[in-house]
């Protein structure tokens, strides 16, 4: 055995105890059209269809900014920005239809590919693409309308998993498509962030021109944390695109994603060195601190306070003096991180201990695509089964969808108890939902 075959077998070995932690696990993939047009992106379809056969499940979500500019270029067209954003009139959506129907089709082919004495040979990928993504138009700021620009209103999750747990790879082109039947152009990085959040993916890996963050000295950041990314999107030596992925992944960091890697399109092999050795290839973005949810002590009563007191001001809480939250602080339950508390929750039981009321539910304005409230609200659902409660409800003027599709139902004033029913606010007009435990 020579010294090359010794290395390939080490590397195999050490490769393995990834192989088993991969397998069956969601990442989503953002790729820029960029990375699609680079010479590269052959090998890194390669690396695609291995990780797809190892059983990792894979959301592919592809770009076209480049292609785009290349069409326009070759109609005599100029493209329009503001705010970093193009306007994206009649004219210029026919131009994304026309480049973002082309980079679907360079990519479904290439995952298509099946010849002998290829890395493709064998594999069988099956592409799955479609109408997963409900958009909403940006609309009209500081007086331009961006007309068919939009941004993720919805993905369809449910539709995706099922893709994924039949081993299809799932394509999300960067457009979304309205209820009232219109399309729109939407950013890579917002489908890639929106889709891993709503999937609840283990990974979003970044594509990148560069292997990852370098520091001022040009040296490879092999890992940050959230707090760090803040800091760099402030730097102005960052182009676009660097500053649009480093912004993808920290959001997506911040808002459930447990890990987020930037690698390069152009270094072959960059994906599985990256997801495979010790050392990676690009910078790993993560959160080192857990969260905690637990019953609420006299000391969060100020982190209480600043989640709070904005919702008050715009009228979606009933006001709450501090004197008040001391005395009722053994109802309330909090997420916490490292001191601060993310997220609260309070109940209230009855008189008659039949049922309890649902009240000041916040979440810090940073971590609200994060689906805390909804884990809060299970857990309080679990304290209140243990305490051997019929049913919630609660009272907002402002959420009720949100509850309803918690599944608590609307009901008249006099379903609530005698004691709250004495207590309602006519004024304030609160609509009424339970739900049965």
């Known amino acids: 055995?020579?010294?090359?075959?010794?290395?390939?077998?080490?590397?195999?070995?050490?490769?393995?105890?990834?192989?088993?932690?991969?397998?069956?696990?969601?990442?989503?993939?953002?790729?820029?059209?960029?990375?699609?047009?680079?010479?590269?992106?052959?090998?890194?379809?390669?690396?695609?269809?291995?990780?797809?056969?190892?059983?990792?499940?894979?959301?592919?979500?592809v770009g076209a900014r480049p292609q785009i500019e290349n069409q326009l270029a070759l109609m005599g067209l100029d493209a329009r920005f503001h705010q970093g954003l193009r306007v994206t009139d009649k004219a210029m959506l026919e131009v994304v239809k026309q480049a973002m129907g082309s980079v679907r089709c360079e990519v479904e082919a290439l995952l298509s590919t099946?010849?002998?004495?290829?890395?493709?040979?064998?594999?069988?990928?099956?592409?799955?693409?479609?109408?997963?993504?409900?958009?909403?138009?940006?609309?009209?700021?500081?007086?331009?309308?961006?007309?068919?620009?939009?941004?993720?209103?919805?993905?369809?999750?449910?539709?995706?998993?099922i893709a994924l747990q039949h081993g299809r790879v799932v394509l999300l082109p960067c457009v979304g498509y309205s209820a009232t039947g219109e399309m729109f152009n939407l950013s890579v990085e917002d489908v890639a962030t929106k889709a891993a959040m709503a999937l609840g993916a283990d990974k979003i890996i970044a594509f990148t021109e560069k292997a990852g963050v370098?520091?001022?000295?040009?040296?490879?950041?092999?890992?940050?944390?959230?707090?760090?990314?803040?800091?760099?999107?402030?730097?102005?030596?960052?182009?676009?695109?660097?500053?649009?992925?480093?912004?993808?992944?920290?959001?997506?960091?911040?808002?459930?994603?447990?890990?987020?890697?930037?690698?390069?399109?152009?270094?072959?092999?960059?994906?599985?060195?990256?997801?495979?050795t010790r050392d990676g290839s690009g910078t790993l973005i993560t959160q080192m601190h857990y969260e905690q949810i637990r019953e609420a002590v006299i000391d969060d009563i100020g982190g209480i306070l600043e989640l709070i007191e904005p919702l008050e001001q715009e009228g979606i809480l009933v006001r709450r003096s501090r004197e008040r939250l001391e005395a009722e602080?053994?109802?309330?339950?909090?997420?916490?991180?490292?001191?601060?508390?993310?997220?609260?929750m309070a109940m209230y039981p009855s008189a008659d201990k039949q049922t309890a009321e649902v009240a000041c539910v916040a979440t810090?304005?940073?971590?609200?695509?994060?689906?805390?409230?909804s884990v809060l609200l299970h857990a309080v659902e679990q304290k209140a089964r243990e305490m051997g409660l019929l049913s919630l409800f609660v009272l907002t003027t402002q959420t009720a969808h949100w509850f309803l599709e918690k599944g608590f139902e609307e009901e008249g004033i006099d379903a609530l108890p005698v004691e709250r029913k004495a207590l309602y606010n006519f004024q304030r007009n609160s609509k009424v939902f339970f739900k049965r435990l």
């Open 1 to 61: 055995m020579n010294m090359n075959n010794q290395q390939m077998v080490a590397w195999f070995r050490h490769s393995a105890p990834y192989i088993n932690a991969h397998r069956g696990k969601t990442f989503v993939l953002m790729l820029g059209g960029e990375a699609v047009g680079h010479p590269n992106f052959v090998n890194t379809i390669h690396d695609i269809a291995l990780l797809n056969s190892l059983g990792v499940r894979l959301v592919l979500a």
């Open 114 to 161: 099946g010849l002998a004495n290829s890395p493709m040979h064998g594999a069988g990928i099956r592409v799955v693409s479609g109408n997963f993504v409900t958009a909403k138009p940006i609309g009209v700021r500081d007086g331009v309308d961006f007309q068919h620009t939009g941004e993720v209103r919805k993905i369809d999750k449910q539709s995706i998993h």
């Open 214 to 276: 370098e520091n001022e000295k040009g040296s490879l950041l092999k890992e940050l944390k959230p707090g760090d990314c803040a800091s760099l999107l402030n730097n102005p030596c960052l182009d676009n695109n660097q500053r649009n992925s480093i912004r993808a992944c920290y959001n997506a960091v911040q808002n459930g994603v447990h890990r987020a890697h930037l690698i390069s399109y152009a270094n072959d092999g960059a994906l599985l060195e990256e997801l495979f």
């Open 329 to 344: 602080i053994e109802h309330f339950t909090v997420i916490e991180r490292d001191g601060t508390i993310l997220a609260c």
């Open 364 to 373: 810090h304005p940073d971590y609200r695509n994060g689906s805390r409230a």
